[in-house]
């Protein structure tokens, strides 16, 4: 019986997912490392280096009320990886920038949660190009929506 592809992108989509499960410790200790929630790390990195982004629209990507970027924010702030700045449109509306710890505390961060684990170095060199081909296809179908 042939599998319908819904149910084989099923398939390959729960491995996906339980991938990540099996690696979210990794997340954990890296935000302990740096002495941050999971929470604040993913908005740590969410944060696009040349780009303010003003609360309100944080809050909107992020998917969370505004009282909860304003809680995300504190925290940067207190750790010195972030700052709130006018809006150069109106000064009313606050933006957020990293700092330059905020960078070099990124940068650090996605690096280490950037190495791959050793199991997927047991997959040859033409496997993980594929592999990385395919998650490549389906990130930017899913950018474009």
């Known amino acids: 019986m042939t599998k319908r592809k819904v149910d084989v992108a099923a398939d390959a989509w729960r491995s996906v997912i339980d991938l990540m499960q099996s690696r979210k410790h990794r997340f954990l200790e890296v935000a302990q490392e740096w002495g941050l929630t999971p929470g604040h790390v993913q908005a740590l990195i969410s944060l696009?280096?040349?780009?303010?982004?003003a609360m309100g629209a944080l809050a909107s990507s992020w998917k969370c009320d505004a009282s909860h970027v304003t809680f995300l924010v504190d925290r940067l702030e207190e750790k010195g990886y972030a700052k709130r700045q006018p809006a150069k449109h109106d000064r009313r509306v606050k933006t957020i920038v990293l700092t330059?710890?905020?960078?070099?505390?990124?940068?650090?961060?996605?690096?280490?949660?950037y190495e791959p684990p050793e199991a997927l170095l047991e997959l040859s060199v033409a496997e993980l190009e594929a592999l990385t081909e395919a998650l490549t296809k389906v990130r930017l179908a899913a950018d474009r929506g």
Do not use: K, V
């Open 100 to 113: 330059p710890a905020g960078l070099t505390a990124r940068s650090a961060i996605l690096d280490r949660l």
């Open 48 to 53: 696009e280096p040349e780009n303010a982004l």
